[in-house]
Structure formats: C-alpha cells, structure tokens
Nanobody, 119 residues
Framework: VQLQASGGGLVQAGGSLKLSCGAS????????MGWFRQAPGKEREFVSL???????RYADSVKGRFTISRDNAKNTVYLQMNSLKPEDTAVYYC??????????????WGQGTQVTVSS
C-alpha cells in the first residue's frame, strides 16, 4: 500500500483544514486507517483512527475538534480539523494497518504533510 497525504498548510488559530490521504495498491477497504502527528522536538503521537467498520477513535487533545472519515470508493481517508490551535502545529502522517489496535506499528505510512497554526 502506498499512501500520499496532502492538505496541510498555514492557518490562523481557530481556522480549519482538511487533510486527505490517498491509497494505492492493495485493497484500501481491508485496512484500518490512522492519523499521527509529530511536532518539532517531540515524539510522534496518535491523533485518530477509523477501522473497517467505520468506528473511530480520537486522542483526547483533538476530540470534538477533529473528524476522521473514509471513502472506500476513492481509496481516501480524511481528517477534518476545526478550531485549530497553535499546539496542533506538526507534520501529520497517515498510516494503514490491518489491525486497528496496532496502528502505532502500522506497516504503511504516508510521507507527511505540514500543518502550521499561527496564533
């Protein structure tokens, strides 16, 4: 599976961005999909995931502000980010795994897209 993340950019605090992650290769619908982020000087952290059944999970820091969704017909997973805060600034990565409970060990990762939130 090859993953291509896009949609990052510079936005003011309180604004919104929508990230996309397109997948090619093996059957997209067979994979749980996740988003992670890594801020400068910090470790990569979990943001959100969506499993094969559409069940979602979020980090506490983004609950109520971010929404993950998937379109299996388009082989794409999305991350709608609202009410952005400066602390959301990071490189965002998408990931694919056949096991949603092992997303942090996902075998497939996108290249990352930069999100910068100005105060």
């Amino acid at each position: 599976v090859q993953l291509q993340a896009s949609g990052g950019g510079l936005v003011q605090a309180g604004g919104s961005l929508k990230l996309s992650c397109g997948a090619s290769g093996r059957s997209f619908s067979s994979y749980s999909m996740g988003w992670f982020r890594q801020a400068p000087g910090k470790e990569r952290e979990f943001v959100s995931l969506i499993n094969l059944s559409g069940v979602t999970r979020y980090a506490d820091s983004v609950k109520g502000r971010f929404t993950i969704s998937r379109d299996n017909a388009k082989n794409t997973v999305y991350l709608q980010m609202n009410s952005l805060k400066p602390e959301d600034t990071a490189v965002y990565y998408c990931a694919a795994s056949m096991f949603s409970d092992q997303m942090h060990r996902a075998p497939y990762w996108g290249q990352g897209t930069q999100v910068t939130v100005s105060s």
